[in-house]
């Protein structure tokens, strides 16, 4: 899937005075190589290609599946129920985590319902009463001896793949498959250190709903041009969009966009983007995080069929109180930050609504993007090469 393509570009910007990969300034933006693109109208409609993307591509990647605070305490578990799949995700005794498909092995029901915590350590089906533990192994059966004891041993729920990354707990359905999430991250895991994120804190968030295919959703995260006629109210300038730059990490990608506010043109070359620009990352297939120096949001988008999609989005933010800033002033400011982005999801999600409504439309039949719309281009080749696999 063309992965070993971004370790290359990124070795050849990399600043070796001071070992850093350059993402802004002369030779740092790769829109002119990611190009211009086009997709018919049938990549949001087709219910067949719909489907494939549900078994070939939610299935076979990695994701965002929550904040680690969610599940802090042994004994606490975080219910995720996405594309179709229900999942458990546990902090064993040990104080590792697991993952389980929700679905009994007796007969299907969900295990449990809801997110919760568990004191004894088993979790009881509702319809029988199979017992399960934190890790999904099956231990406990009311008249066992009715059963085959054949069909019984060793049963557990289907294990779902586990990690933590930078404070956020990422699941994969079908863990024969998956590959170490580091290795899945690519890139990521380097630009990533420098935030240390897995040392921030988690401030709460929204969950949203938009009338429109989900790849309308996310597209609107792969490109900030939007910025002044969509968000003209909220935002209200700020953003130098045109100078932002662009880098694919393939199958993630990320863009570089200046910030009066961080004035980017002062700061020492070669530029520490992370600390002088808004960073937004696509974290391959579905989430979007934009990240500031101090605190970000984290967008993670799902289909809930081919025309609607469900958003849950979470804010965190530095423990320590950023230079020149009193905590009273800070924690003030990472609070409006909640009220913020559900402004500005509402905005976004109001114009994907905007194209969901033509998508039966005779006159719907394509869409064009602009190089500054490359991360676009680039995220539908990597869909398409999971499709097509
Ligand atoms: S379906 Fe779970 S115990 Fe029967
Ligand atoms: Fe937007």
Redesign the pocket.
Known sequence: MGRGRSAVTMDTKRDARVGQTVRWGPGADESKRLGTGAVPASVYTDPARYALERDRLFRRTWHVAGRVEEIAAPGDFLLWERVGQSVVIARRESGRLAAFHNV??????R?VSESGHCESGRLL??????AYDLEGRLVGVPERETFDEAKLDGLRAYEVAVEVFAGWVWIHLDPKQAKPLAEYLTGLVDEFAWYDMGSWAYHGGSTYVAEANWKVVLEGFLEAWHTPTVHRRSVRGGFDVPRSTFAALDPHSMMVVPLAALDIDSAPKPVEHRQFADCQYLLFPNAFLNMFPDQGYLITVYPIDANRTFCQGYVVARKTTPEGMTAEAWEKNVKSSLGMMDRIMGEDLAIAAEIGATRESFAYRENIYNTLECRITAFHRQVDAYLAG
């Open positions: 009994c092995r007796h007969r299907g029901a295990i089906c509702p319809f029988h009463g199979f």
